[in-house]
Each structure stands twice: as C-alpha cells, then as structure tokens.
C-alpha cells in the first residue's frame, strides 16, 4: 500500500508550494514512490482523530502501515532513508546531508518565518516598522553565510540531496518579500530546485488542489 499523506483541503497560500506537505510530495516524487493525499480542513486539523497523527495539529503527516510521522524534516529523512536518491551511499556525506536538512528547519528558516509574520501577520502593529528592519538583517545574516557556504557550486555538498530539498523548500518562502533576489547565487539555486521534474509534479499536485 502506498503512504498517505495529509494536506490542506484549501491551502493558505492559495497552490503557490509553499504549504509544508509540497516538501513531503517532493521527497516521494525523487524517489519515484507512489503515495496518496488525505485532504484536510482547518476545523479537522483540531480533532481528535488528526491530532493523533499530529499532537499540535498541523499537516503534513505521513501514514505507511502501522507507522504515523508528523513534522517534514522527520518525514523526508524517514522517505530519504528507505528509498535511494535523497542521500549519499558514502556514510559521511549522507551524514553532511542530513546536516543540511537540520539546518535548513532550525537555523535558516525560523528568521524567515519570523519576517513572514512580522510583514503579514503583525504589519497592522504599532511596534512593525521599528522591528522589521531587525528581523530582515537577521534573514540577511543568514542568507549571507548560506551563500558562502554554496559557492558557486550547484548544490549545498556535491550531488542534490534531501538538504538541498529541505533548504530550497525553506528559500522560496522569501520570493514575495524580494530579498532572495540580493543574492544571486541562491535565487539561482532555488531556481535549480524548481527546475527538478520532481519539483514541478510535487508542485502541480498541491497547486491542483487549491485550484479545483
């Protein structure tokens, strides 16, 4: 039986990827798995039933037999780690990927969350416009050193990874606020994960929901 994962019955970013389960529907596209999609409404998301699957009740969740995952960094590691093409065969550059997957969720994406609150979420407070500038120099630090970190080479540590697809799925939620573009290298490397067939099914799939 294939997997089954769950996703917004009408996503908040109206199909634009940037929901959490395209990172799921990525993973099991490169590894070329099958899988099915239970759709969620928000009122869902708080009941007893998905809350078993998620105690904090958000998606995705990834369900194969008698196994229940909740969080994308757990679920594609689970996905990379059975199935060949998101991780390295030699044991240390499987282990630098995997550091680049933790990264990815626990160093550079909370500043970017952090700027997607205070530009959407918070832009009608009176505190906004002193704290912006602060949260975006914080997303600038970031970027900066992840760009160093890339060079000039196509992806994060030799070939594409389950790094490369945790980091670029956490990138491309800067595109609205324009700040990607002030580093060239990495609006070219998001460019270059998009640019993946497996991105792009993963992509048409949640942008098909929102859409119907």
Not at 128 to 151: H, I, N, Y
Request: glycine share 6%; proline share 7%.
């Amino acid at each position: 039986m294939p997997p089954t994962i769950t996703a917004f019955d009408r996503s908040p970013d109206g199909g634009k990827g940037l929901a959490r389960d395209t990172r799921v529907r990525w993973a099991l596209e490169e590894v070329g798995r099958p899988y099915e999609v239970r759709l969620v409404s928000f009122q869902a998301m708080k009941e007893p039933a998905h809350l078993a699957l998620h105690p904090f009740g958000q998606i995705p969740t990834y369900e194969e037999g008698d196994l229940a995952l909740f969080e994308t960094g757990s679920i594609v590691l689970h996905i990379a780690e059975r199935h060949a093409g998101l991780l390295p065969d030699d044991a240390n550059a499987r282990a630098r990927a995997i550091s680049w997957m933790f990264a990815a969720v626990n160093t550079v994406e909370p500043p970017i969350l952090e700027l997607v609150t205070a530009r959407i979420l918070e832009s009608d407070k009176p505190w906004t416009k002193e704290r912006l500038p602060l949260v975006m120099d914080r997303v600038r630090d970031r970027l900066k050193q992840l760009a160093a970190c890339l060079g000039d080479a196509d992806w994060l540590d030799g070939a594409f990874s389950a790094g490369d697809l945790m980091m670029v799925s956490v990138l491309l939620r800067l595109r609205a606020s324009g700040v990607l573009d002030e580093y060239p290298s990495l609006a070219a490397y998001v460019a270059r994960g998009e640019a993946r067939p497996a991105y792009k099914r993963a992509f048409e799939a949640q942008r098909a929901v929102n859409t119907r």
